[in-house]
């Protein structure tokens, strides 16, 4: 089992930054790829970036690309989002995921831990 927590959500403005925090615990951190999602309200969970074991590949959604970075910590047992220029739109849950093995993949059912999900509001 591995164990997933996120934090560094918040209410920012539009054009301002968050950076949110996955901390793991419970198995061997880098012998998984790790990977970001968000649910807005009525909507699906959608992909927003990964990550591979040693943050070699990264992989975004066209929706982040060049707003947000995704990387990671082996030491720390932890993956972080930097998120800049953040849109309304980008309000939503974010939830961080971890699968085992390197590569990096946008399916959500590919990932087989979650963590509980941290609240981002973006207000315009």
């Known amino acids: 089992q591995v164990q997933l927590v996120e934090s560094g959500g918040g209410l920012v403005q539009a054009g301002g930054s968050l950076r949110l925090s996955c901390a793991a615990s419970g198995r061997t951190f880098s012998n998984y790829a790790m990977g970001w999602f968000r649910q807005a309200p009525g909507k699906e969970r959608e992909f927003v970036a990964a990550i591979s074991r040693g943050g070699k590949n990264t992989y975004y959604a066209d929706s982040v690309k060049g707003r947000f970075t995704i990387s990671r910590d082996n030491a720390k047992n932890t993956v972080y989002l930097q998120m800049n220029s953040l849109k309304p739109e980008n309000t939503a849950v974010y939830y961080c995921?971890?699968?085992?093995?390197?590569?990096?993949?946008?399916?959500?059912?590919?990932?087989?831990?979650w963590g509980q999900g941290t609240q981002v509001t973006v207000s315009s």
């Open positions: 995921a971890a699968r085992m093995g390197d590569s990096v993949y946008a399916s959500a059912p590919l990932y087989n831990y």
